[in-house]
């Protein structure tokens, strides 16, 4: 795992995800899963990318069931976007960097955060 992704559980959720100061890029994955695979090297890379500006975390959906749940996830890999807290956007399936990058520019000026 790369530095600037932190691994979320059950028990860290609420202070590395909903309590974070910082808007958050969840990944919603599972070891098995083929296209969350697919998806991680470029997670890793946003991660770099927009370090300083947004918090990047891995969840493994079967470890940590009642998280997906909660979020309604019912395909993985979701990758979500928290702001304040809250779950506000997202997108479901192994999309290109571009497709992902976009919505996190959105947020961010959404968010009011600084995009240098």
Request: glycine share 8%; with cysteine; charged share 20%.
């Amino acid at each position: 795992m790369k530095e600037n992704v932190i691994i979320a559980t059950s028990n860290t959720f609420q202070k590395d995800v909903l309590e974070s100061p910082l808007p958050v890029l969840v990944d919603f994955w599972a070891p098995w899963c083929g296209p969350c695979r697919m998806v991680a090297p470029v997670v890793e890379e946003l991660a770099n990318e927009y370090s300083g500006k947004l918090v990047v975390a891995k969840l493994n959906t079967d470890e940590n069931m009642e998280i997906s749940m909660k979020y309604g996830i019912m395909s993985i890999p979701t990758l979500g976007i928290f702001l304040g807290g809250k779950l506000v956007d997202g997108v479901v399936g192994a999309v290109p960097k571009h497709v992902l990058k976009k919505k996190i520019d959105e947020n961010l000026k959404a968010a009011g955060a600084s995009l240098n």
